[in-house]
């Protein structure tokens, strides 16, 4: 073996995690090239004739009014798309496609900052950089992130992203930092709400910051309307928008929820349940609420470790809680629980199993959504499978937390 051999594989096993990553990133990318040409429903029905009509009426001037259902700062980013020489479609799905790379990073920085390992410094510094790397490919490579945004044209991973980053900021002590990211979620997406528990989690857990750190979400969430008050808007514009994501006549749309066991609630073939919602949407928001509440005193008493695995296992939680039983959920509402569940299966083994069977399940609830339906199972069984995975989860979970906390003590 010559010299010059001898320094490139020196330089290969010193810069191996980094290799690794821009092989892993290039795999992601070949992944999702061939569903570039896909057109969703939801991409011919609403993102493509979006697009068609703000360039119809002038880029950025057609943000002097509302045009779709999403945010202010979503429109904006659309209005700039309309002077770029690109097929819109593809536009789109490159928009989400960086918040899918961004996503993979913030978990990977996540599970790197919160890795519990034994020995010697170096030792657990290798170890942590092996479980983040883990880390980014799952998320990377996920078949749900690459569907989502490479197929379906949608931009959840864009809000994930942001609320994974608030997540590590927040862990780290740097409130104001989380806060402001967390604002800027809210600002593309009013799903970024299902981190909220987590928050308040640590508001009283930790005690550390004011509560007036709360108050930054909705002044970011109103600076990210700028663009369209300085078309014409109305400055509470930049929130009131959100209203239009709160549909009404469901109980739960497309997607597994608690509400979906209801006797007299019958979801039609397309999996809407409009049945009696007005009757019992006030009773779903209080029993959310008290879910929400009782869990939060659990995580009170179990006493996660919030500078290790414990963290992100309370925020994972908490997450899949609120999806689960708050009424008017819909399909892909799920998606940030869904990614904090790689993080969780990375720091902690024993939840592989329900990681798995948790992925396999949204993977053919996306394809089906997508395409030909491929769950052989009613929206009720496949809630019931979810309550099953959410009952795992806490076993696991609150065990471990109840247990380490005991071991400190003595």
């Known amino acids: 073996m010559t010299k010059t051999e001898q320094k490139v594989l020196a330089w ?25 040409n896909i057109v969703s429903s939801d991409a011919a029905v609403y993102l493509l004739p979006w697009f068609a009509e703000m360039k119809e009426r002038g880029g950025l001037a057609a943000l002097s009014s ?6 202010i700062l979503y429109q904006f ?23 899918d790379y961004l996503l993979a990073a913030g978990i990977a920085v996540l599970v790197y900052g919160l890795y519990d390992g034994t020995g010697n410094t170096a030792k657990k510094s290798r170890a942590a950089e092996r479980a ?26 864009i809000y994930a992203a942001l609320c994974i980053w608030s997540m590590v900021f927040l862990l780290r002590e740097r409130y104001a930092g989380a806060f402001v990211i967390l604002g800027l979620a809210f600002g593309f997406k009013l799903h970024a709400v299902f981190i909220m528990p987590f928050f308040l989690f640590v508001y009283f857990y930790r005690k550390r910051f004011s509560v007036l750190y709360f108050v930054l979400i909705p002044a970011v969430m109103t600076a990210c309307g700028i663009p369209g008050y300085v078309m014409g808007r109305k400055v509470w514009e930049g929130i009131t928008v959100y209203v239009n994501h709160l549909p009404a006549g469901q109980l739960y ?59 992100v296992s ?23 629980y869904e ?8 720091l902690d083994r024993k939840t592989i199993p ?23 199972f009613s929206m009720a069984q496949f809630s019931g499978m979810l309550l099953i995975l959410f009952l795992w989860y806490l076993m696991i979970l609150l065990h471990g937390m109840i247990k380490e906390n005991v071991y400190a003590k003595d």
């Not at 509302?66 to 945010?71: E, L, R, T």
């Open 12 to 36: 290969v096993k010193a810069h191996g995690s980094l290799l690794a990553a821009v092989l892993v990133s290039i795999l992601g990318m070949v992944m999702r090239y061939p569903l570039r």
């Open 66 to 71: 509302q045009i779709g259902d999403y945010s």
């Open 354 to 376: 329900p990681a798995l069977a948790l992925h396999i399940l949204m993977y053919f609830h996306y394809a089906g959504r997508l395409g030909q339906e491929l769950l052989p």
């Open 132 to 157: 983040a790397l883990v880390s980014y490919a799952l998320t990377l490579c996920s078949m749900i992130v690459v569907m989502n945004s490479a197929a379906w044209g949608q931009c959840d991973s």
């Open 77 to 99: 980013c659309i209005a700039l798309m309309t002077y770029i020489p690109v097929e819109p479609l593809y536009q789109y799905k490159l928009l989400s496609v960086f918040f």
């Open 339 to 346: 990614m904090l569940a790689i993080p969780v299966a990375v």
């Open 314 to 336: 309370a925020a994972f939680l908490l997450v899949l809680s609120t999806v689960f039983f708050m009424p008017v959920m819909r399909d892909r509402y799920g998606f940030l």
């Open 253 to 311: 749309m497309v997607y597994p929820s608690f509400w979906a066991f209801l006797p007299d609630v019958e979801a039609g073939s397309d999996g809407f349940a409009f049945m009696d919602f007005y009757r019992y949407k006030p009773m779903a928001l209080f029993f959310t609420v008290a879910v929400l509440a009782m869990l939060i005193m659990l995580l009170l008493y179990a006493k996660p470790r919030l500078e290790g695995r414990q963290a």
